[in-house]
């Protein structure tokens, strides 16, 4: 086993420790799909603990010899984002399993976040304007900072009420897929964006304030965002007839 421990959190090494022995035992299961998510209290302390599942033997050997698991990922990215001032949990720790010479499996130890997530603006995207706002601002500010999210789903945004001039605070999760380049290109950034939501209205309203935010055309932006995600969504469908 491989782990390291943020050294706030030292004191919890011997949880960090015993996590692959009493994951599946202990703790409270909050997400069960692909990854499993528990949640922990640690001597009154809540910890959030992702176990990604076991990777096919390609991306096991990957992993091993020649990049960073998304576990170690998610640890870095999370400390390299909160030094850039952009809100996400606060890493705790992350674990490797090896067996056989080989990793197996990730775990990944963050401080919880009760806050809901963004969907809200997917289903009322009229009704939350102000709200809307602040999470476009933390996009631009994101990608600004030469941070690009590798899933900008709605779900992996959490939000609260604040006394900021935006009024609400914004976090990211999730972000094991994502990557930094020191200036993302307009069409890296609107590339990245068309994760957020497949419903039109809320996606266009949102692309279309973050266009204005930086300075880009409106249109422009929104048309190669839907175009996008139709050709995304044609090639699914197709995916799935072929496939029966």
Not at 18 to 24: A, K
Not at 76 to 82: A, P, T
Not at 98 to 104: E, M, P, V
Not at 209 to 232: H, K
Request: glycine residues 4%; positive net charge.
């Amino acid at each position: 086993m491989k782990s390291e421990i943020n050294p706030r959190y030292i004191h919890l090494q011997n949880f960090v420790d015993s996590l692959p022995s009493t994951f599946d035992t202990s703790g409270e299961l909050i997400y069960d799909a692909r990854n499993k998510v528990r949640l922990f209290n640690v001597d009154g302390l809540p910890v959030v603990v992702k176990r990604y599942k076991v990777p096919m033997l390609h991306q096991r050997i990957d992993y091993s010899f020649f990049r960073p698991s998304k576990a170690k990922r998610a640890y870095l990215f999370g400390m390299r984002l909160l030094s850039l001032g952009i809100s996400t949990p606060e890493p705790i720790a992350y674990i490797e399993e090896y067996r056989r010479g080989l990793f197996y499996q990730g775990y990944f130890l963050s401080a919880f976040c009760g806050d809901p997530d963004l969907r809200i603006l997917r289903e009322e995207p009229n009704n939350h304007e102000e709200l809307m706002s602040a999470f476009v601002h933390f996009l631009v500010d994101m990608h600004e900072k030469g941070f690009v999210h590798g899933d900008t789903n709605l779900s992996n945004f959490l939000y609260r009420a604040d006394a900021s001039p935006m009024k609400y605070h914004i976090t990211t999760i999730d972000i094991n897929r994502s990557h930094f380049s020191s200036a993302p290109s307009k069409k890296e950034c609107l590339k990245s964006l068309m994760r957020i939501t497949h419903e039109r209205i809320a996606m266009k309203k949102i692309i279309g304030e973050y266009a204005r935010m930086r300075g880009w055309n409106v249109d422009m932006s929104v048309d190669y965002v839907v175009d996008s995600i139709e050709r995304f969504e044609k090639r699914k469908a197709m995916k799935r007839k072929i496939l029966g």
